[in-house]
C-alpha cells in the first residue's frame, strides 16, 4: 500500500483538496465500506447509522459501521469532508477511518491516507 501523511505534506497544493480527489476516486470503485467511530462521538455514530449497520467487532474503543457505497454514502461523505481544527486534531472528515474495499483507508480523521 501507498501512503500518504498530512503532517508529512508540505507542498503547494492544498492537503484537503488532494484528500477530496483520492476519496472520490476510491468511491467512485468501491462497493463497501467501514467506518470506525469512537464511543463518545455518539451523535456521528447516530448519523453514520443512516448508512450502514454496527459490526459485530470486539473493538471496545468505538463501533464500526459497515455497509454498501450507494450514490447516498457518496454523497454524504463528500457533504460532510470539511477541513476543521477542533483545538486537537486537523479533520478532513468526521469519521476517524473511513474504509473502502481493501483498496482505500482514509484514518486519524483523514490525516493519513493508505491506498493500492
Same mark, same amino acid.
Not at 1 to 19: C, E, V
Given at each position: 500500500?501507498?501512503?500518504?501523511?498530512?503532517?508529512? @505534506?508540505?507542498?503547494?497544493?492544498? @492537503?484537503?483538496?488532494?484528500?477530496k480527489e483520492y476519496i472520490i476516486k476510491y468511491l467512485s470503485v468501491s462497493r463497501t465500506f467501514e467506518l470506525h467511530i469512537w464511543n463518545e462521538e455518539k451523535d456521528i455514530i447516530t448519523f453514520a447509522l443512516k448508512y450502514g449497520k454496527i459490526k459485530d467487532d470486539p473493538w471496545r474503543y468505538g463501533k464500526i459501521i459497515t455497509g454498501e457505497v450507494t450514490e447516498e454514502f457518496i454523497d454524504m461523505i463528500l457533504s460532510t469532508a470539511k477541513e476543521t481544527y477542533d483545538g486537537i486534531f486537523t479533520k478532513m472528515t468526521p469519521f476517524f477511518s473511513i474504509f473502502l474495499d481493501d483498496i482505500f483507508e482514509s484514518s486519524h480523521y483523514g490525516t493519513e491516507i493508505h491506498y493500492v
Open positions: 500500500m501507498n501512503s500518504i501523511y498530512y503532517h508529512d @505534506y508540505d507542498t503547494d497544493y492544498p @492537503y484537503f483538496d488532494m484528500w
